[in-house]
């Protein structure tokens, strides 16, 4: 039986190629893991109102919305106070885009370019998205013959209906909530500039003119991460993308994105990861 806040789910597929997950909850959630990935993601709301922390700020996603998360970006979404919601989360890699968009790739990967991660489409097109992913979830869900061909297709057309409308239109945009989620944003991306320094939380504050204990709680509140936890996963992203394009010795990638101690560097790494720096770097030159 699913749980009440869990009314519907159904899946397709895998992370290796593409997947598809459409969940319908009819109570409160908010994500639990802090992470990011290295393939990309699109997020479908088709019903409810959601707040999604992506990269550097925080937006109000409604119905109709769609996120585009590119490979490697922290990322996470919170409840706003209004129960259920329902949603369409989409996953693939570069293997794909290649196989289905050949020449087009780039065309098809340009929604993860723009400024804003979240796209607010205007009516029609909006219609056009809708009828794509409900023809998409309805053959997951039924599975009638066939229906395997049917995810892959329905990414392409949702990826090249909104690569053309951006390409002759400028997106709404999609303003900060309150002037302290733009405070916030302002200290995401201090962070995101300056991981690799000695960062405490008492400097950032002092730098931004606001309490320890008033930005620790309001960062946590804002981006549904931690001061703490959003400054070591931008470490850790960082060094493993060191790991897997340079030749740095582990030593070296650890001092340079911002740890004094080897072996915390070690612990937290296999921690976030599951593996060792070591054990990542020969799996992603494999």
Do not use: W
Not at 6 to 18: A, I, K, N, V, W
Not at 27 to 48: C, K, R, V, W
């Amino acid at each position: 039986m699913p749980s009440p806040a869990e009314l519907e789910t159904c899946h397709y597929g895998s992370e290796t190629d593409h997947f598809v997950e459409y969940v319908k909850r009819s109570g409160p959630y908010t994500m639990q893991n802090d992470h990011f990935h290295a393939y990309y993601e699109i997020y479908y709301l088709l019903s409810g109102r959601r707040i999604y922390f992506v990269k550097d700020r925080t937006y109000t996603v409604e119905q109709g919305d769609l996120v585009f998360i590119a490979k490697n970006e922290l990322h996470k979404t919170l409840q706003t106070g209004e129960p259920g919601h329902e949603r369409v989360v989409i996953h693939f890699g570069d293997a794909f885009i290649r196989e289905r968009g050949g020449p087009h790739a780039k065309l098809l990967l340009s929604p993860f370019e723009q400024k804003s991660h979240v796209i607010r489409l205007p009516l029609a097109e909006q219609k056009t998205v809708a009828s794509i992913i409900r023809r998409m979830v309805t053959e997951i869900r039924h599975k009638p013959p066939g229906f395997e061909l049917v995810p892959a297709a329905a990414i392409v057309d949702l990826l090249l209906a909104t690569a053309r409308y951006l390409q002759n239109n400028e997106p709404a945009p999609i303003l900060d909530a309150t002037p302290l989620h733009a405070k916030i944003s302002e200290v995401v991306r201090y962070l995101n500039e300056h991981y690799h320094e000695p960062i405490k939380l008492g400097g950032i504050a002092e730098r931004f003119f606001i309490s320890p204990y008033y930005l620790s709680r309001m960062f946590k509140e804002v981006t549904g991460f931690t001061f703490s936890d959003y400054l070591i996963l931008t470490r850790v992203k960082e060094a493993q993308r060191l790991l897997r394009d340079s030749d740095a010795t582990i030593a070296e990638i650890a001092s340079s994105v911002g740890f004094d101690n080897f072996s915390h560097f070690g612990k937290t790494f296999k921690k976030i990861t599951r593996m060792s720096p070591r054990e990542f770097r020969r799996q992603s030159r494999s």
